[in-house]
């Protein structure tokens, strides 16, 4: 039923405002982390090898998911669209992504050494040495990626499979945060392992990045602002992180660097505090319409 779909959206929502992650000790994503971690090593193929991990790892999390939603609705529509909403609550961060940003930004502004090390949450770069605008940089570059990465991908695996069934959606939900995790884990240059598993996410964030875009640009009321923001977009090495982050540069009229990395100079100079509550502000619409355009979706 269209309202059971819709119905785990909304309590997905809900859970993410209310609770904003389960705890590590019991949270799908960090167990599926310890399932990869194994193959996080050298070996005498590593391609071959991060083909399989790439293929097999993702189909089973997808599986146990879908097994449990479907276990579910065998005992009641309710009990399913209650897992899925677990699922879609798992696979999915907005309120985490908001705060750890917003804590970033406000410290840069009263103690330097506590934004650098709360950075290390959103982003991998070396930050020992970045100004305050580089830290707020970061962080804001970070939460237009992590939109599309972490909130964008999964609810639109979800609004795709769900009209057709709801463990599928929820399956699919699972797929897409699974691909993403071992291309986070694995995915660096460093690690030949690593180097199907990143193809693989590009390939499936190639939608949800510029779809987050969209959003963002809508949340601005600003949709025009489209157009413009293709070349900046191209910078990064990243087919898809580019697009939410050149599009969040270009409607803050703002300079977003990562050093020997990409410069996407929206503006002339990085982020004031101001500029980066604006920047959490319109994460946090584009991502609350993203829940529900996809509630309205799978009712329909």
Known sequence: MPVTATTAVVVAAILDRL?????????PVALFGQAVAPFDREWSHPVAVGAVVAVVL???????????????????PWVGAGIAALALFSTTSLRML???TATVVSATATDIETARTELRALAGRDSSSLSAGEIRSAAVESAAENLADGLVAPLLAFALFAPVSLPLGAGAAAWVKAVNTLDSMLGYRHKPVGSVPAHLDDAVMWLPARLSALLLALAAGSPRVLPRVGSLARRPASPNSGWPMATL????????????????????????????????????????????????????
């Open 19 to 27: 609770v904003a992650e389960p705890p590590t000790r019991i949270h």
């Open 58 to 76: 993702p189909i089973l999390a997808a599986g146990v998911v879908a097994g449990a939603t479907w276990s579910g609705t065998l005992v009641s």
């Open 98 to 100: 908001l705060d750890a």
């Open 249 to 300: 540069a270009t409607l803050l009229g703002t300079r977003l660097e990562k050093p020997d990395h990409y410069l996407l100079d929206a503006g002339p100079d990085f982020p004031d505090a101001a500029v980066a509550t604006r920047a959490v502000s319109l994460v946090s619409r584009a991502g609350l319409a993203a829940f529900a355009l996809t509630g309205v979706v799978v009712w329909f």
